[in-house]
C-alpha cells in the first residue's frame, strides 16, 4: 500500500503511461491475425507484442469468473461460463470499484463492478515454463492489474516464464462480512483462489507449467500470498511464494467477522438501509438487498465518512471458511502450506506514513515548520491510520527511547515503530515459522536507494520503492533511472526468477 505525494511518482507515472513507446515496439496484430489458445471456457485470440526484440503473446481481460453484479455483490465469486466463438483477448477490460489516486495509481481502465478478469504473458505455447502470478497491493482498497508497471512482458521474454496477473474486488465490494452467504466477507480473497484455480486448470494452454506455479505479491498482495500458505482453501494450487512487505504474522490488514459488521452497519445507516431493530446482524438479508440497491459512488460516499477510517476500512476476517481461525493462531500451530518462500522488506518501510501524506514541512530535514508541541500528536496521527486502536500505546514506547526536544529523532522512532511493527518484526517470525517446518526459506532486505530518487534525505528505502524493480521500469525509464538502478533490477529479477524455476 502507498500513498506518495505528487512530487515524488508523478514523474514516474507519466513515465508509464508511455511504456509502449519507451519499451516495447509493439508489432499490434489485427484481431483475425493474433495468436489464439484454446481454455476449457473456449478459444482466445490475444496479440503479438515485440519487446527488445523478443516477441511475446499477450491475452488481457480474460474472464475467470461471471460479472459480481446485481445479486452476486458481497457474495463469493461464481465460475465464468464458456463462450461460443472466439473470444476477444486483445483489450482491456475494466477495473474494481476504488477510490482513485491519479497520480499515483495509474489505472488507465474504466471502474465497474464487472471486473473480474486477468491477464497473461507468454514468450510461445511451446514447452512447459514456470508460471508466475502477480498480485497487486493497496490496502485491499485500491489497485488494479492494470497498472501500468504491472506489465509482464520483460519477465515473460527476458527469463523464459508465462506471467498471469488478475483483479480481485476491493473495499467493501470485496470484505464486507455479515455473517452469511450473500456477505461471507473474504470474497476479494477467494476472487483471487478462483483465478488461481483458473491457472492451474488451463495455463497449459499458454504454455505454463501447472505443476510449477508461484504466487508474488506486495504490500496487501503480499498479505494476500500469505492468505493462500494459511487458507486450507488454497491447498494445491500455487508451490512457492514471494511475499514483499507483508505477512500475517502481525495483525496488521485483519478483522474480526464482528468489526466488519459494525463497519458495514455504519454505511447502512448512512444509506438508510437500517433502522429501529433491522442491521446486518438482526436481518442481514434485508439489509444486504437495500445495500445492493445502492450505487457504487453512494456506497464509496458512505464509507469515506465511517467513524475512525483505517487504512483498510474494509478487511478480510476470521472467523470464516476462508480464514477458520485467526492467521497468527494457525502459524503457531503449523496450519500452513508446506512451500518454499521467499520474504523481503525494505530497508525503511515505515517511513512511509510521512512520505505518502501531502503535508510537505513533515519532508524536511530538520522539521523546522513544525513546532515541537505539534509534532508527537501529529506523528502519533500518521501511525494511527496503520494501527487499531487498542495497539496504539505501542508506540509510545518507541517514541520515549528519542530525545523528547529532537525532532528527527521522534520522526524516526514512529517511523521505526510502523516498520517493525507492520513489516520486518512478521517478516522474521514468518521465516521461522517456514524454516522450523522444513520449508526452504530465502529473506532479505531491499536496500538500494537510487541516485534519482525524489524522496527526502533523511528517508532511505520506504515501503513500495523496491516494486518497479521486480517489473523491469528501470531498464526502459531511463530519465527516472540510473545504469546503477538498472543493474539492481536485473539482479532482483534474476534471483526471483530463479526462486520461482528452482526453489
Not at 504473458?121 to 488494479?144: C, D, E, L, N
Not at 501531502?358 to 522539521?367: A, C, S, T
Not at 530465502?442 to 538500494?448: D, L, M, P, T
Amino acid at each position: 500500500f502507498f500513498l506518495g505525494p505528487e512530487n515524488v511518482f508523478s514523474k514516474f507515472m507519466h513515465r508509464t503511461l508511455v511504456f509502449s513507446v519507451l519499451l516495447v515496439c509493439v508489432a499490434a496484430m489485427h484481431m483475425e491475425d493474433g495468436p489464439v489458445v484454446e481454455t476449457k471456457q473456449g478459444k482466445l485470440r490475444g496479440r503479438l507484442e515485440t519487446v527488445s526484440g523478443q516477441s511475446v503473446q499477450v491475452y488481457s481481460g480474460i474472464p475467470y469468473a461471471e460479472p459480481p453484479l446485481h445479486h452476486l455483490r458481497f457474495r463469493r465469486p461464481v465460475r465464468g461460463k464458456s463462450w461460443l466463438g472466439t473470444y476477444d483477448a486483445t483489450q482491456k477490460k475494466f477495473s474494481c470499484p476504488q477510490q482513485l489516486y491519479p497520480l499515483l495509481f495509474d489505472i488507465e481502465t474504466e471502474q465497474s463492478e464487472d471486473c473480474l478478469y486477468l491477464n497473461v504473458w507468454t514468450p510461445s505455447t511451446r514447452q512447459p515454463k514456470p508460471v508466475i502470478v502477480w498480485i497487486y497491493g493497496g490496502g485491499f482498497a485500491f489497485g488494479s492489474s492494470y497498472q501500468s508497471w504491472y506489465n509482464g512482458s520483460l519477465l515473460a521474454t527476458v527469463y523464459d516464464v508465462v506471467v498471469v496477473t488478475f483483479n480481485y474486488r476491493l473495499g467493501i465490494f470485496g470484505f464486507l462480512n455479515a455473517g452469511v452467504s450473500g456477505a461471507p466477507g473474504n470474497v476479494g480473497l477467494q476472487d483471487q483462489r478462483l483465478a488461481l484455480q483458473w491457472v492451474r486448470e488451463n495455463i497449459h494452454s499458454f504454455g505454463g507449467n501447472p505443476k510449477s506455479v508461484t504466487i508474488f505479491g506486495e504490500s496487501a498482495g503480499s498479505y494476500s500470498v500469505h492468505a493462500h500458505i494459511i487458507s486450507p482453501l488454497s491447498r494445491g494450487l500455487f508451490h512457492r511464494a514471494f511475499m514483499m512487505s507483508g505477512t500475517y504474522d502481525s495483525i496488521g490488514l485483519l478483522d474480526t467477522a464482528f468489526e466488519s459488521a459494525v463497519r458495514g452497519n455504519e454505511v447502512a445507516a448512512r444509506l438508510n438501509c437500517t433502522g429501529p431493530y433491522l442491521d446486518l446482524t438482526s436481518h442481514p438479508d434485508i439489509v444486504l438487498e437495500c445495500l445492493r440497491s445502492k450505487s457504487a459512488n453512494s456506497l464509496f460516499d458512505a464509507v469515506k465518512n465511517v467513524t475512525d477510517p483505517k487504512i483498510s476500512t474494509f478487511a478480510p476476517t476470521y472467523p470464516t471458511e476462508f480464514f477458520p481461525v485467526r492467521p497468527v493462531l494457525a502459524l503457531r500451530q503449523g496450519r500452513f502450506a508446506d512451500v518454499d518462500v521467499m520474504v523481503s522488506i525494505t530497508w525503511s518501510e515505515g517511513d512511509v506514513i510521512v512520505t505518502a501524506q501531502p503535508d510537505k514541512r513533515f519532508w524536511d530535514e530538520d522539521l523546522s515548520d513544525v513546532p515541537l508541541k505539534d509534532l508527537k500528536p501529529a506523528l502519533r496521527e500518521l501511525a494511527a491510520v496503520w494501527m487499531k486502536d487498542e495497539y496504539m500505546n505501542l508506540v509510545e514506547y518507541y517514541a520515549a527511547q528519542a530525545t523528547q526536544d529532537n525532532k528527527q529523532e521522534l520522526r524516526e522512532m514512529y517511523t521505526e515503530f510502523v516498520g517493525d511493527f507492520f513489516f520486518v518484526c512478521p517478516a522474521k517470525f514468518l521465516s521461522q515459522r517456514h524454516s522450523e517446518k522444513g520449508n526452504k526459506v530465502y529473506s532479505f532486505v531491499f536496500a538500494h536507494k537510487s541516485s534519482k530518487s525524489t524522496l527526502p534525505k533523511w528517508s532511505h528505502v520506504p515501503h513500495v520503492t523496491d516494486l518497479p524493480y521486480y517489473f523491469g521500469v528501470p531498464l526502459w525509464d531511463h530519465e527516472s533511472y540510473s545504469d546503477e538502478d538498472r543493474n539492481v533490477s536485473q539482479n532482483v529479477m534474476k534471483a526471483f526468477v530463479s526462486f520461482a524455476k528452482y526453489g
